[in-house]
């Protein structure tokens, strides 16, 4: 149980990261709220799921770290 927050972490990171290059047309609205006084663009959509996907790795990463040390 004390593991399943980064777990869940890395699994919310990684959805995101494939729904937003997979979907980019859904993922459009949600980047015009969140990125308000920019405008949104494809561009902008992949930028961000790449990262989220690149942040998923390191989670992934760092929990295995954390787990081989015990």
Avoid at 16 to 41: E, I, Q
Wanted: charged share 10%; glycine share 6%.
């Amino acid at each position: 149980m004390l593991h399943l927050g980064p777990f869940l972490a890395v699994q919310v990171c990684l959805a995101f990261g494939m729904a937003g290059l997979l979907w980019p047309d859904k993922f459009m609205p949600l980047f015009h709220v969140l990125m308000f006084p920019w405008a949104a663009t494809y561009r902008g959509v992949r930028a961000n799921s790449i990262a989220a996907i690149a942040l998923s790795f390191l989670l992934f990463l760092m929990m295995m770290a954390r787990l081989a040390r015990f």
